[in-house]
């Protein structure tokens, strides 16, 4: 693996650059050059593992980064065939925007470095192909309080116990939809918070409606069984059918109000509860990161919990040529799928630029591995989608649009006053959407309300937004673009 402190010894044009350094980004990049490909692995983090394998920066002095994961051997095997490969690795690249020279020209992958891009050094990547392994973000409803300090996402406490080893709050309700609940949760246990409960939207009866997926994929019911006796341990309380459906606090999260639901996620009347906590860790699901692809016009579908995802063919490639995706962008799935996704889109991409066939037997043990857990992201995703009653936890001055402090009676206004009947339309009415976070935190919220109060059915997720720039950019980045320059990695 070269360091990137070597752009010098980068050829000018790479055979693949991949864009994430996560599992799917990290198995697509060493099988690509285990079969004799130049590589460059470009990722936001200066660490690789991504999301789900983030560990504790150095200055932390930890000595056990494993503690706090499942799975581990996973990534620690991606990291051995890394150390031992020549892929060019380039930590703490911020990709904003990916274009073709022409219809059949390479790829030019455009990033600003640093930590959080504030450096301001612009970088070009130029590569015959590219693979899209961007991973997910996180799916917020909105709720009254859900603005008080000491509420964070459930992915954010992770996040923050796996890379700085602290937690939100000593006292922490996670609350919100999906599998991810269940891990946040045990892991905070372990780490010494008091978790009072976990609140899930949804129930798991709707596991059962899919006993081939099941069946098919007997690690899916271990893991589920590690978290259960973990939460058993900790006393920590599951409660299904139910929402946080308020916050209470000022200055700081002080307890919050949990409602049953009735089957579409409306509050059933006088079923509210207050439970003390000092944080909490909420989410609904993930959405797949793919700002970059739609911006190149790939094909999307509507994948079952009701997010947008990339459309792939069996070998992993878009609808665009020579533009492959791995892991979350095509669906949410976990890390073992996005591994196996990743070494196919690897396999593939090796078999198209050196002229030769993939390795079929590999191949279509890969492809069987892959659609028995592909089907039961699908079953998962269906068991969590949100319900069409969740806009009833709303008051009229919870804020739906927190960058641009747009209100849920601004947005229904737009809607019943001003004829706005889509997401794009309240935008321009409202702001909502135009902040810091260009719509990632809100939209999903936003085109609810357009839906339901506008007449628009069903409820859906927003169509999936062509953004110029899938990243902040400072003007001087943009201003050193210079098409005609010929390395590879260029610089300002």
Same mark, same amino acid.
């Given at each position: 693996?070269?360091?990137?402190?070597?752009?010098?010894?980068?050829?000018?044009?790479?055979?693949?650059?991949?864009?994430?350094?996560?599992?799917?980004?990290?198995?697509?990049?060493?099988?690509?050059?285990?079969?004799?490909?130049?590589?460059?692995?470009?990722?936001?983090?200066?660490?690789?593992?991504?999301?789900?394998?983030?560990?504790?920066?150095?200055?932390?002095?930890?000595?056990?980064?494993?503690?706090?994961?499942?799975?581990?051997?996973?990534?620690?095997?991606?990291?051995?065939?890394?150390?031992?490969?020549?892929?060019?690795?380039?930590?703490?690249?911020?990709?904003?925007?990916?274009?073709?020279?022409?219809?059949?020209?390479?790829?030019?992958?455009?990033?600003?470095?640093?930590?959080?891009?504030?450096?301001?050094?612009?970088?070009?990547?130029?590569?015959?192909?590219?693979?899209?392994?961007?991973?997910?973000?996180?799916?917020?409803?909105?709720?009254?309080?859900?603005?008080?300090?000491?509420?964070?996402?459930?992915?954010?406490?992770?996040?923050?116990?796996?890379?700085?080893?602290?937690?939100?709050?000593?006292?922490?309700?996670?609350?919100?939809?999906?599998?991810?609940?269940?891990?946040?949760?045990?892991?905070?246990?372990?780490?010494?918070?008091?978790?009072?409960?976990?609140?899930?939207?949804?129930?798991?009866?709707?596991?059962?409606?899919?006993?081939?997926?099941?069946?098919?994929?007997?690690?899916?019911?271990?893991?589920?069984?590690?978290?259960?006796?973990?939460?058993?341990?900790?006393?920590?309380?599951?409660?299904?059918?139910?929402?946080?459906?308020?916050?209470?606090?000022?200055?700081?999260?002080?307890?919050?109000?949990?409602?049953?639901?009735?089957?579409?996620?409306?509050?059933?009347?006088?079923?509210?509860?207050?439970?003390?906590?000092?944080?909490?860790?909420?989410?609904?699901?993930?959405?797949?990161?793919?700002?970059?692809?739609?911006?190149?016009?790939?094909?999307?579908?509507?994948?079952?919990?009701?997010?947008?995802?990339?459309?792939?063919?069996?070998?992993?490639?878009?609808?665009?040529?020579?533009?492959?995706?791995?892991?979350?962008?095509? !669906?949410?799935?976990? $890390?073992? *799928? +996005?591994?196996?996704? #990743?070494?196919?889109?690897? /396999? =593939?991409?090796? @078999?198209?630029? &050196?002229?030769?066939?993939?390795?079929?037997?590999?191949?279509?043990?890969?492809?069987?591995?892959?659609?028995?857990?592909?089907?039961?992201?699908?079953?998962?995703?269906?068991?969590?989608?949100?319900?069409?009653?969740?806009?009833?936890?709303?008051?009229?001055?919870?804020?739906?649009?927190?960058?641009?402090?747009?209100?849920?009676?601004?947005?229904?206004?737009?809607?019943?006053?001003?004829?706005?009947?889509?997401?794009?339309?309240?935008?321009?009415?409202?702001?909502?959407?135009?902040?810091?976070?260009?719509?990632?935190?809100? !939209?999903?919220?936003? $085109?609810? *309300? +357009?839906?339901?109060? #506008?007449?628009?059915?069903? /409820? =859906?997720?927003? @169509?999936?937004? &062509?953004?110029?720039?899938?990243?902040?950019?400072?003007?001087?980045?943009?201003?050193?673009?210079?098409?005609?320059?010929?390395?590879?990695?260029?610089?300002?």
């Amino acid at each position: 693996m070269r360091p990137s402190a070597e752009p010098p010894t980068a050829p000018d044009v790479y055979d693949l650059a991949v864009i994430g350094a996560g599992c799917a980004g990290l198995s697509g990049a060493v099988t690509a050059c285990e079969l004799g490909l130049s590589v460059a692995l470009l990722d936001a983090s200066p660490q690789i593992g991504g999301q789900f394998f983030r560990h504790p920066a150095p200055a932390t002095g930890a000595v056990r980064p494993e503690a706090l994961h499942h799975d581990w051997s996973l990534f620690t095997g991606l990291r051995r065939r890394l150390e031992a490969s020549v892929v060019d690795r380039l930590g703490g690249h911020h990709v904003w925007s990916v274009v073709r020279d022409g219809d059949t020209g390479p790829w030019s992958v455009h990033a600003v470095t640093g930590a959080d891009g504030g450096e301001e050094r612009a970088v070009r990547v130029r590569a015959r192909a590219v693979l899209l392994a961007t991973g997910a973000y996180e799916r917020q409803l909105p709720f009254p309080g859900w603005t008080v300090p000491g509420v964070v996402g459930a992915g954010g406490a992770q996040a923050m116990l796996k890379s700085g080893l602290v937690l939100p709050g000593r006292r922490v309700v996670v609350a919100g939809s999906g599998p991810l609940l269940l891990a946040v949760a045990s892991s905070l246990a372990a780490a010494g918070a008091r978790v009072p409960a976990v609140i899930e939207a949804s129930g798991y009866l709707g596991y059962a409606r899919h006993p081939y997926a099941l069946a098919a994929n007997p690690h899916k019911l271990t893991e589920a069984a590690v978290h259960g006796g973990a939460l058993l341990r900790h006393r920590v309380r599951l409660r299904t059918r139910s929402a946080v459906t308020e916050v209470h606090g000022t200055d700081r999260v002080e307890a919050v109000t949990v409602s049953r639901l009735d089957r579409d996620w409306r509050p059933v009347p006088g079923s509210g509860r207050r439970i003390a906590c000092d944080a909490l860790a909420v989410g609904h699901g993930l959405a797949p990161q793919i700002d970059l692809a739609t911006t190149l016009g790939c094909a999307t579908r509507t994948t079952p919990d009701l997010t947008t995802a990339l459309a792939l063919d069996s070998s992993q490639e878009t609808s665009v040529r020579d533009l492959w995706a791995a892991g979350e962008p095509g !669906g949410v799935g976990g $890390a073992r *799928l +996005a591994g196996v996704e #990743g070494e196919l889109a690897g /396999l =593939a991409i090796a @078999a198209r630029l &050196r002229g030769h066939p993939a390795r079929r037997g590999r191949v279509r043990e890969l492809e069987r591995r892959r659609d028995r857990m592909r089907a039961f992201a699908d079953a998962m995703a269906a068991a969590h989608a949100p319900g069409t009653g969740w806009p009833q936890w709303l008051a009229d001055d919870t804020e739906v649009c927190r960058c641009e402090e747009v209100t849920a009676h601004s947005v229904r206004a737009a809607v019943t006053d001003l004829g706005a009947r889509d997401a794009r339309t309240v935008k321009l009415f409202t702001r909502a959407g135009m902040g810091w976070c260009q719509g990632r935190m809100c !939209g999903a919220a936003v $085109a609810c *309300l +357009a839906a339901r109060h #506008g007449g628009a059915d069903p /409820l =859906a997720e927003p @169509a999936a937004e &062509r953004r110029p720039f899938a990243v902040p950019v400072p003007l001087r980045a943009l201003g050193s673009l210079d098409e005609s320059a010929p390395p590879t990695v260029t610089t300002d």
